[in-house]
């Protein structure tokens, strides 16, 4: 247990540097980080407070990981993005991808109402009551440290892709033309709606997915 909290920690600390990052890749590889050391810290424990929240972090962190990271990739690959600047215009050019991509770090940041929130709930109250002495002290900080993190590194993202300073492009004829941030696809706009109104509907459920979550525990001990 120990052991894992401490690497779990770790992780952390290596998305800490991506809060500085201008490379995209670079930057959502340590996001990557932050969450997988997050889920982590909430596993490191023992007893129910532990699976329910690791699970419920696990859930919706998970996918809200998968999918934020594939349209950002999708988006930066069409438009031979690779810098954090270069994502200025995205609000403004295509309004409902930069829509999925704030709905989705909702769920990654953890805001309260999100299955996420509660999942970093239940992992502090997991720490509270069941350890005394540094195990506590280390995790609950740590828990702490994972969501701020987050939201360090994903909110530079949004804000990047808010602002739409004009940057004009070069034709082949010499004139300027105003560049425009191609969106995503309709398919993609399909499995990310499906995908966001899975998570909020467990979200405004949570009760109900908490409760199944602990007779699964139950069961298996």
Not at 59 to 70: D, M, S
Not at 87 to 101: E, K, S, V
Not at 142 to 170: D, R, T
Request: glycine residues 12%; proline residues 2%; aromatic residues 10%.
């Amino acid at each position: 247990m120990k052991i894992l909290l401490f690497v779990s920690l770790l992780f952390i600390l290596l998305g800490v540097p991506g809060i500085r990052e201008c490379n995209m890749k670079k930057r959502m590889m340590a996001l990557v980080f932050s969450i997988i050391g997050s889920v982590g810290i909430a596993f490191a424990q023992t007893g129910q407070y532990a699976l329910i929240g690791g699970l419920q972090q696990l859930l919706f962190r998970g996918l809200g990981l998968i999918l934020f990271c594939c349209i950002l990739s999708r988006v930066c690959k069409k438009n031979d993005i690779q810098n954090l600047d270069a994502l200025n215009g995205l609000g403004r050019f295509a309004p409902y991808t930069y829509m999925w991509l704030v709905l989705l770090a909702v769920f990654l940041i953890g805001v309260p109402g999100t299955g996420t929130f509660t999942g970093i709930l239940y992992t502090q109250m997991g720490y509270m009551y069941g350890y005394v002495g540094i195990i506590g002290i280390v995790g609950q900080i740590a828990n702490v440290v994972g969501m701020i993190v987050v939201c360090l590194v994903v909110l530079p993202i949004l804000k990047e892709g808010f602002l739409s300073g004009e940057k004009a492009l070069l034709t082949d004829e010499g004139e300027k033309q105003l560049k425009r941030i191609k969106g995503l696809s309709k398919g993609w706009h399909v499995l990310t709606a499906v995908v966001v109104l899975t998570l909020s509907v467990l979200s405004i459920y949570h009760n109900a997915w908490s409760s199944v979550v602990t007779r699964i525990i139950n069961a298996l001990m």
